[in-house]
């Protein structure tokens, strides 16, 4: 198996964890129902899940929050007197 293909089985079985973890909390709360059967397991499932897959693209996810850090610091820097009084 690819690594690719990895990423995009750890997405797909997040997205359905979750989906199943959203209907479910959905319908104890709705009809006042006691814990569902798979519903905290499926919960710890996505989690791990979630963690794994930001073990696996760690380097992106550095990458982007340092983009975006780098940029709001230069947007700031740039920005600094923002007049609030309009002269006339």
Request: glycine letters at 4%; one cysteine or more.
């Amino acid at each position: 198996m690819k690594s690719k293909d990895l990423d995009y089985l750890i997405i797909i079985i997040m997205v359905l964890c979750g989906l199943y973890v959203a209907l479910t909390g959905l319908v104890m709360d709705v009809l006042n129902l006691p814990m569902l059967v798979f519903h905290n397991y499926t919960g710890y499932v996505s989690m791990v899940l979630a963690g794994v897959h930001l073990i696996r693209n760690w380097r992106r996810v550095k990458f982007f929050l340092w983009k975006r850090a780098e940029t709001l610091f230069n947007y700031r820097q740039t920005h600094k007197e923002i007049p609030t009084t309009t002269q006339f």
